[in-house]
């Protein structure tokens, strides 16, 4: 039987960097991990009831409990390190020595600010409207002001990584679902090659394709192996022709794909300062 | 003049975890960082090359460049860590010691799972489709699948919020705007107001409001700061007397929103095993 261990992310604030480091378990396959996220942990009657919460965890379990923690408040975090646990700390990992080389004390719970980091959070905003405004070719209006344009079949993955680029980095994402007729015309409409430049595409394997689409619409032509593997192949080669790159989504998370785009794509410098959000 | 500091993050993979411990740097507001994301180093010309990179920037400024990395290789690891920094290293600090708590070899590189920590790839899939149809009150259909149900005025961050809460969590949420046409009848309609049990409101200050509208529709009755108040004191006066729970958006981002959003409703429990993605 695979061992089983809780793990609880416990913060003062929304949890939300914590919560990103538990990610780092899945460089653990060995081990199923049951993850409690508990925000807004900043007084101590709140402390109080998380030790008895990871305590009865691990009355439940027979190993250890894993405590993912960011509380900048000292005396809490002793507190809540009472506690038997495996404490991942991010305070005294990271941020107190960070503030010993930068020469600063750290700002804590409330006061720090919450944009993604790099992007002010009404840049963040406008992305995600412009990326749902550009979502599937609904408009050509305002085209010139996106950073990247996705291009590929129907069902291959581009709308869920154009939001996840505008809603992480803040990258105005358009994307354009080539469709039977830009396959009989062999090209891209002129509207979007005009902005060859912000193109990269998305393909996808036909199995997958077929399997995706027949969720949606069962036995429909549509969805039929032979229709996807049609338009795969001739969506290649029209990418192909066109000189566009392209990542192929099958077994890519929208993290991957975007990080691949990421590095396609012009960027602005990242800056952080108190000035945003 | 603000200190300066350029900022790496270096991963043999996405980057994905190391970028989100970027946000750490917020605790810091007197200095100025400038982030450069470099995902897939996973060789030794490519980490020749970043060295190199951070020996420019290094150069440029007048301060140790800070360098966030996750890079299973141990060789490449060394290699990086010959570059003048400050170095955060995932791996060192807290992947090979939980390798220790554990009593595992942690999988490095490409070996490792994408999905979002506690919820399998397809389910959060499934979840951004299930937000977007679900967006701005377009259909009924299927609403007793959803998790949340946010209701609130127009513009007062339902869109930005319902997908983060998918993107991040496999949440499925849809959203309700309250419209004059609510207003006039004083209730919700039945067909959201049956899932009572789902339902969490948004607000926002009249002033905030009124700036959000009148970028979308300048000098508008829509926009005006008289309809924004009236709006918004109808709407909060109709959640008070339905029972329904809100929180201020005016200073809030989409993460403290959804951390808020998520104490209130019913979560399946979040596990992590290798069979999912």
Redesign the interface.
């Known amino acids: 039987m695979?061992?089983q261990?809780p793990v609880f992310v416990v913060s003062d604030?929304?949890?939300?960097?914590a919560?990103?480091?538990?990610?780092?378990?899945?460089?653990?396959?060995?081990?199923?991990?049951?993850?409690?996220?508990l925000?807004?942990i900043d007084n101590l009657e709140k402390i109080e009831a998380t030790k008895l919460s990871i305590e009865v965890a691990a009355a439940a379990n027979k190993s250890?409990p894993?405590v993912i923690m960011s509380l900048g408040d000292m005396a809490l975090r002793n507190k809540l390190k009472e506690t038997q646990a495996?404490f991942?700390d991010?305070f005294s990992?990271?941020?107190d020595p960070?503030?010993n080389?930068?020469g600063?004390e750290?700002?804590?719970g409330s006061g720090?600010?919450?944009?993604?980091?790099?992007h002010s959070?009404d840049e963040?905003?406008e992305a995600?409207?412009f990326s749902?405004n550009h979502?599937d070719g609904q408009t050509d209006v305002n085209l010139d002001q996106a950073d990247v344009i996705l291009v590929g079949v129907s069902r291959c993955g581009k709308?869920?990584t154009s939001?996840?680029l505008a809603?992480q980095f803040g990258i105005k994402a358009a994307n354009y679902p080539l469709i039977p007729e830009d396959f009989e015309r062999g090209t891209l409409p002129a509207s979007v090659l005009k902005h060859m430049d912000k193109i990269f595409g998305l393909s996808i394997k036909p199995e997958r394709l077929h399997s995706v689409r027949s969720e949606r619409r069962p036995n429909s032509r549509y969805a039929s192996l032979e229709n996807c593997r049609k338009e795969i192949s001739t969506a290649e080669n029209m990418m192909r022709n066109h000189g566009i790159t392209w990542a192929d989504s099958t077994s890519?998370?929208?993290?991957?794909l975007?990080?691949?785009i990421?590095?396609k794509i012009k960027q602005p410098?990242?800056?952080?300062?108190?000035s945003e959000?």
């Open positions: 695979m061992e261990r604030s929304t949890g939300t960097t919560g990103a480091l538990s990610k780092l378990l899945e460089h653990f396959p060995h081990t199923e991990f049951t993850i409690s996220r925000p807004f250890l894993i495996y991942i991010l990992t990271f941020i960070l503030g080389e930068l600063q750290p700002l804590t720090i600010a919450h944009g993604a980091v790099g959070y963040r905003i995600i409207n749902l979502d709308t869920p939001l996840y809603m890519r998370s929208v993290e991957e975007s990080a691949i990421l590095q410098e990242q800056h952080i300062h108190p959000r």
